[in-house]
């Protein structure tokens, strides 16, 4: 945030930080997903998890006149699920 409040791209207009939500170096985050499947599913579901890098936000991009960045993917994991009725 600036000194008037507003959002601000640039660090050296920045007054203070609202929330920094980059990981630490072998930070390691523990993050809790729900999601309904149709009732009576029953069968094997697939899960993908992908952790993806962004090198700048898109509204950076957008108010410097510089391309949209590519998120790279960093990591990514699979699980599958057996379900079936009690």
Not at 55 to 84: C, H, M, N, T
Request: charged share 30%; proline share 7%.
């Amino acid at each position: 945030m600036d000194n008037a409040d507003k959002q601000t791209l640039s660090s050296y207009n920045a007054t203070k930080i609202i929330f920094d939500n980059r990981l630490n170096a072998a930070e390691i985050r523990k993050e809790t997903f729900r999601f309904k499947i149709p009732e009576g599913f029953e069968g094997t579901l697939s899960l993908t998890a992908a952790m993806k890098y962004l090198p700048y936000p898109g509204s950076f991009a957008k108010r410097l006149g510089l391309p949209k960045p590519e998120a790279v993917e960093v990591a990514v994991s699979k699980k599958d699920i057996r379900i079936q009725k009690p």
